[in-house]
């Protein structure tokens, strides 16, 4: 059903230029929030302009919640905005709990979309991204040496459409570009390859790249175009130099006013987490039989997204030459002499 009240998930941010940004958050999935954004320009009366980052999932709640809370900017706040005149869509990349309300979305408005190259396929055809992907996807399953559940799992994560149906992009953004005079495109890949963040004066929408409370999820670089922790944390690299940035807002949980400390947080942990990797690694073994031994008692709802973040792991250290990898079907990895 509908949220009661939801302005109570709903937050207000002003750049120091004017412009608000509306934080709406929803239900994508049971037991996930996330973040949407609605960005308004001018007066409030008759905004100049107006843009939607991001459409949450393709569930009955999720749709449910992105309505009530764009219709309680206009009650709550008095922003005068419509679907008829919204003026941009931006998707920050084409996961399920991001861009997936966005048939629904389109149904509402002709705003141009706007989303980085690399997520084009997935975006619009998101069949045929499904297909494309399929190999490596089922080699992926005999590559980590999953067995069991966990085979099954995956197997079925594979046979997967990330979205629901297509719709066409219209702007391509390919990141280092000023989208509508007012975002500044940053390039993130790492988490998802086509993912950006955007600049809005003195506010930094992070997308998925850096959260208050959690490091995203990662998988190998050959799995996916621009993944991997290498690319994640060259992706960190392009985002913690900027200048004159007070706060961050991610698309989970609350603001970043310490974003960079957040950073250096989020680099302490993964070091952790490769040591942990390289401890545990003192004889060839699969990445199933890796992330085991991290973990004797896998969670079960998080075990799909450890395998990745092993893999991924795994993948860098022996990029590094710190382990060393044992081609072949499954792959095996021993701490490097």
Known sequence: MPPSDPSRHLSRHVTAGGVRIYSLSVWAFMHLRVNVFLVLAGDPAAPSYSALIDMGS??????????????????VYGEHWSWDSLSRLIVTHPHPD????????????AAPLA??????????DPEAARLAALPDNLKYVEWIGATGQYAERLSRRAEKTWLPAGVPVQTVLLGGETLDGLFEVIHTAGHEGSQVCLRLHDIL???????PRNSPPLAPAWLRRGGGLENYLQALDKIEPLEGVRLALGSHDEPMPHWKERIQ????????KLSA???????????????LRLYPRLPDAQAILLLD?????AEYLAQQGRLQEVVGLPARF???S
């Open 58 to 75: 393709h569930e009955e709640q999720s749709q449910a919640d992105l309505l009530a809370g764009l219709a309680a900017v206009r009650d």
């Open 277 to 291: 990797l390289l401890e545990v690694a003192s004889e060839p073994l699969t990445v199933q039989e890796l992330t």
């Open 309 to 313: 973040q092993t893999a991924a792991l």
């Open 98 to 109: 991001h861009a997936g309300g966005l048939p629904l979305v389109r149904s509402l408005t």
């Open 265 to 272: 947080a989020v680099r302490a942990r993964y070091e952790g």
């Open 334 to 336: 021993v701490r490097a």
């Open 205 to 211: 929408l992070t997308a998925d790249h850096l959260l």
């Open 115 to 124: 989303a980085h190259a690399w997520g084009l396929e997935l975006i619009q």
